[in-house]
């Protein structure tokens, strides 16, 4: 963990560096440069970061909402385009294995800056959502373009949602960086709520897409005037030059921690994504209706948001990330094992309750996990090891989709569902039910818990010191220390 020794890796200079946007200093700090001399360096953060952060969560709303567009009317949507609700299905999952193509040319343009990704993101996101539109109103429907522009915003997608931890590393200190990986994180799930509560209420599926382009042309707007990267470092990690993808990438496959990361991390989101993408097949065969199925899907993810807005500022003074991972790796096992028997209820309390802790500990967990993946692969650079780790959600939560729609008893017949309702007949099993693909969830998720639980623990090799932690405590904690005795 020493420090670089080539001198475009000092801390930067900035005495003298004042604006009337500043925000007062965070603090000063020194290291020695290459002729063993100190240079000060005076770390701030300025206002002007919250409008790159805002435009982050904007556009990681956008591009989840257009991943499950179709996903809260499949039932609609598979007769608007005469095809089957698996091939609906298809337009979620061909979304999140578009990750994996484009994942290495996110990690090179993350690894120049966090702009240059957004640009692109936005780039793909006004081509893909009209590319949709002409696809729905073409013929009555086709589903070829359609799902070609599905995919551009599917490319779109990993360009916001890696870029928050390097975001928050470039603009933010050791005592806000969670919260802004939180924010901007967790904005992409929020937008497939309002997918799921918005949707099945924006009229017919022509209607819904275009009202979902326009939202995402105006979002991407604010993308082509954010600032690239602040006049002077934040905190003392933040001033070193970032390592190069090659140096990272060894660095990274060198860490046992990151590997129980990255299982936990991948099957986790995968099944949150393959939850999302599927609750209302898994609902509405015990009768449940698209709009309570989605007030499900909105259950998720807000409480989630609400939770996570709550444990992340915590997490940001305590930094106890490893045991905010072994609390809430349980608190996600547990509502998938109990979401088997949920449906059978035919209520609308064991669903909601059950989405609501599954959605507050994932959220609470996701920018924990992030930051915890970059203290362990310091010096990483940090978009690399968070590409890796959301390629791999994505990646299995396309598989899972598969999966558990192949696990699928048959189809279920929707006029007489509703009619029957909730509370008529069907059994425990009827027709169309996902009992199968629960319990494939659930076995899953349980068979990974022990992994995360052993973290930190000595002798399995997953102890780790501070990496960027310390640098920032160090540095900064030397320099107050001489302040305080020249003073």
């Known amino acids: 963990m020493g420090a670089p020794s080539s001198s475009s890796n000092n801390v930067r200079s900035v005495a003298g560096q004042h604006s ?49 567009t179709f996903a809260p009317v499949s039932a609609s949507a598979a007769e608007y385009f005469d095809v089957s609700e698996t091939a609906i299905n298809w337009l979620s999952t061909g979304f999140l294995f578009a990750f994996i193509v ?51 915003t599917g490319l779109a997608q990993p360009f916001v949602l890696v870029a928050p931890t390097r975001y928050s590393d470039l603009w933010f200190t050791e005592s806000g960086r969670i ?11 929020l937008g497939g709520a309002l997918a799921q509560l918005i949707n099945p209420f924006l009229g017919s599926v022509p ?38 993808i090659r140096e990272s990438l060894s660095h990274i ?15 986790y989101v995968g099944f949150f994504n393959a939850f999302s993408s599927l609750l209302n097949q898994i609902l509405y065969p015990y009768g449940f209706t698209e709009d309570e199925a989605g007030i499900c899907g909105a259950v998720l993810i807000l409480v989630g948001l609400v939770v996570a807005a709550i444990s992340s500022p915590i997490m940001d003074r305590t930094h106890a990330y490893l045991l905010g991972i072994k609390l809430l790796c349980p608190l996600i096992a547990i509502p998938y094992l109990a979401f088997i028997w949920a449906p059978q209820t035919r209520t609308l309390v064991a669903p909601y309750v059950l989405a609501a802790v599954l959605g507050a500990s994932s959220f ?55 009619k029957g309702g909730r509370g008529q007949g069907g059994g425990s099993r009827p027709p169309g039910n996902m009992y199968n693909a629960l319990v494939f969830q659930a076995a899953i998720a349980l068979a990974v818990l022990p992994l995360p639980l ?34």
């Open 179 to 189: 919260s802004a990986t939180a924010l901007a994180s967790l904005a992409n799930p």
């Open 253 to 267: 496959s060198r860490s046992p921690s990151f590997y129980v990361l990255f299982i936990t991390f991948a099957v």
């Open 364 to 418: 609470s967990l996701l920018p924990i996990a992030l930051e915890y993946m970059v203290e362990v692969t310091f010096p990483a650079s940090p978009e690399v090891g968070s590409t890796i780790l959301w390629c791999g959600g994505q990646l299995l939560g396309g598989i899972f989709i598969v999966v558990m729609n192949a696990l699928k008893s048959g189809e279920a017949d929707l006029k007489e569902v509703s």
């Open 102 to 152: 484009i994942s290495p040319v996110v990690m090179w343009t993350l690894n120049h800056g966090p702009k240059q990704s957004i640009m692109w993101s936005s780039v793909l996101l006004l081509l893909g959502n009209w590319i949709r539109y002409a696809g729905t109103r073409a013929s009555g429907g086709i589903y070829g373009v359609v799902m070609f522009g599905q995919i551009l």
């Open 207 to 244: 209607h819904m897409v275009l009202y979902v382009s326009i939202i995402a042309s105006v979002a991407t707007i604010p993308s082509f005037f954010i600032p690239a990267a602040p006049p002077t470092p934040p905190s003392a990690s933040s001033a070193i030059s970032k390592t190069s």
């Open 454 to 487: 052993a973290l930190g623990i000595k002798k399995f090799g997953l102890k780790h010191e501070k990496g960027r932690l310390r640098v920032d405590e160090h540095l900064e904690g030397d320099d107050e220390a001489q302040e305080g005795a020249g003073a």
């Open 20 to 68: 009337d946007n500043e925000e007062r200093p965070h603090g000063v700090a020194s290291r020695w440069n290459n002729r063993n001399t100190y240079s000060h360096t005076h770390f701030r953060v300025y206002k002007r970061r919250w409008f790159g952060l805002a435009q982050l969560v904007l556009l990681n709303i956008v591009v989840s909402w257009d991943w499950l």
